[in-house]
């Protein structure tokens, strides 16, 4: 069953993936790492030698591949969905993918 806790560290590691299979792609990519919850709009950006930059949001989530608890704490199948956020339900603001900065996003 996963976890938010577990999500972040497959999420760490896919991002390191990310990262490292960009730069095969583009040998010439310069690589960063968003700081840690320093800016919620990208985990990475590429930069070529001409300037251009590009961002990347990476996101991990098992749930949709295992159990997992609902909100009464009743444990749910499955359920092969995925969940991208647009808003956030308890401050009715937008969130996710709507203030993302991210040109693209990778969800594994």
């Not at 069953?1 to 577990?6: A, C």
């Not at 840690?36 to 990475?44: C, E, Q, S, T």
């Not at 444990?75 to 969905?81: H, P, Q, S, W, Y």
């Given at each position: 069953?996963?976890?938010?806790?577990?999500d972040m560290?497959?999420?760490?590691?896919?991002?390191?993936?990310?990262?490292?299979?960009?730069?095969?792609?583009?040998?010439?990519?310069?690589?960063?790492?968003?700081?840690?919850?320093?800016?919620?709009?990208?985990?990475?950006?590429?930069?070529?030698?001409?300037?251009?930059?590009?961002?990347?949001?990476?996101?991990?989530?098992?749930?949709?591949?295992?159990?997992?608890?609902?909100?009464r704490g009743?444990?749910?199948?499955?359920?092969?969905?995925i969940y991208?956020?647009?808003?956030?339900?308890?401050?009715?603001?937008?969130?996710?993918?709507?203030?993302?900065?991210?040109?693209?996003?990778?969800?594994?």
């Open positions: 069953m996963g976890s938010v806790n577990e560290k497959w999420g760490a590691v896919v991002e390191q993936q990310w990262a490292a299979w960009l730069k095969c792609k583009n040998p010439l990519f310069e690589i960063t790492h968003a700081p840690k919850r320093k800016f919620p709009g990208w985990d990475l950006m590429t930069k070529v030698p001409a300037g251009r930059c590009r961002y990347y949001e990476v996101k991990w989530d098992a749930t949709a591949q295992s159990p997992w608890k609902g909100h009743d444990t749910l199948k499955a359920t092969g969905n991208i956020e647009y808003e956030n339900p308890r401050q009715g603001k937008p969130s996710g993918i709507a203030t993302s900065q991210a040109h693209y996003w990778v969800y594994c």
